[in-house]
């Protein structure tokens, strides 16, 4: 069964940076995307950034273009989401999730809380 723990999440002043990481085990998929997504309060889930098993292929939400990188370090089994330049309404509990594919996660982590102060 796959698992994966968030970590790096925390309080910041706007236009400060954090680097979040996905600690991941257990996988049951040869060719694979991770991801990572965030939710506000009263809000829907919002899609920030993925990433393939090979690192070839990326996506990233246009609201984080520019500011945000994903990358993963398959040695360790780690997926990260360097954050810089974060403003107020990057303010969210960030996930990452693992799936066969971009579009289906069938594995989630249980979230970091990433807030952004003004």
């Known amino acids: 069964r796959v698992q994966l723990v968030e970590s790096g999440g925390g309080s910041v002043q706007a236009g400060g940076s954090l680097r979040l990481s996905c600690a991941a085990s257990?996988?049951?998929?040869?060719?694979?995307?991770m991801g990572w997504f965030r939710q506000a309060p009263g809000r829907g889930r919002e899609d920030v950034a993925s990433i393939d098993s090979g690192g070839g292929s990326t996506y990233y939400a246009d609201s984080v273009k520019g500011r945000f990188t994903i990358s993963q370090d398959n040695a360790k089994n780690t997926l990260y989401l360097q954050m810089n330049s974060l403003k107020p309404e990057d303010t969210a509990m960030y996930y990452c999730?693992?799936?066969?594919?971009?579009?289906?996660?069938?594995?989630w982590g249980q979230g970091t809380q990433v807030t952004v102060s003004s």
């Open positions: 257990g996988y049951t998929y040869s060719v694979y995307y």
């Open positions: 999730a693992h799936g066969p594919y971009a579009g289906r996660w069938d594995y």
